[in-house]
């Protein structure tokens, strides 16, 4: 049973290591001002691409869950077909959606 328990814990670990690494990788990508604002905030998007949720603690994961479909709804009235599409994203939505990332921890 405490092999379990230690497994589980181990898993919960690496998954909240993941989660970490990858939203400060996302931020950084958001702070480089050198690049414009609609590339870094796609950029940051894929950040969390392939993020396994299903060992995150259910607080973490709500918030993970919560603040994505937060960014859908935002860009739910855009065409987003390739990654240049990005550009017809406004200032405002784009700007939303850098809150939305910043907010996740």
């Not at 959606?97 to 996740?104: R, S």
Request: contains cysteine; proline residues 4%.
């Amino acid at each position: 049973m405490s092999a379990t328990i230690s497994n589980s814990s181990k898993r919960t670990a690496q998954a909240i290591e993941d989660f970490s690494v990858r939203w400060g990788k996302a931020v950084s990508i958001l702070c480089a001002v050198h690049t414009p604002q609609w590339k870094r905030t796609r950029q940051a998007i894929w950040c969390f691409q392939g993020l396994p949720l299903d060992h995150l603690p259910p607080r973490l994961y709500r918030r993970v869950d919560l603040c994505f479909g937060r960014i859908n709804h935002v860009l739910a009235g855009y065409t987003l077909r390739t990654d240049e599409d990005y550009r017809q994203v406004s200032t405002e939505d784009l700007t939303t959606i850098a809150k939305l990332l910043y907010d996740l921890l």
